[in-house]
């Protein structure tokens, strides 16, 4: 089972890395950072989980992909005890790559 508070670490495919938190509950995901939030949605189907994300800018910043209000995003993660890896690209921009790994918090739980 996947739900759960997780740190987010992520990296884009020019180097640029990032990181924020997000809670993974009954399908449902919430999170975000210092200038974005993070909504969206999961399924676990026969051992992988299907993610799908999107990042919106609620104050003054920039992404890993640059000054970019809006970013959806779309997954297939692999998932052990404590993390969850995947890598995958901007819904319409395959070549706007990124490699997330979200970091379980147990005392969050």
Do not use: W
């Not at 740190?7 to 020019?14: C, D, E, G, Q």
């Not at 809670?23 to 975000?32: E, Q």
């Not at 974005?36 to 890993?64: H, L, W």
């Amino acid at each position: 089972m996947v739900d759960g508070f997780y740190i987010a670490k992520f990296k884009s495919h020019h180097s640029v890395e990032g990181a924020g938190v997000l809670m993974m509950r009954g399908g449902r995901i919430l999170g975000g950072d210092n200038a974005y939030k993070y909504v969206g949605d999961y399924a676990e189907c026969e051992g992988e989980i299907r993610v799908n994300v999107v990042a919106t800018r609620f104050a003054p910043g920039i992404s890993v992909f640059g000054d970019v209000d809006k970013l959806e995003l779309s997954f297939i993660a692999t998932v052990t005890e404590t993390k969850i890896s995947f890598s995958g690209s901007l819904n319409g921009a395959p070549e706007q790559r990124l490699e997330v790994v979200l970091e379980k918090q147990p005392e969050m739980i």
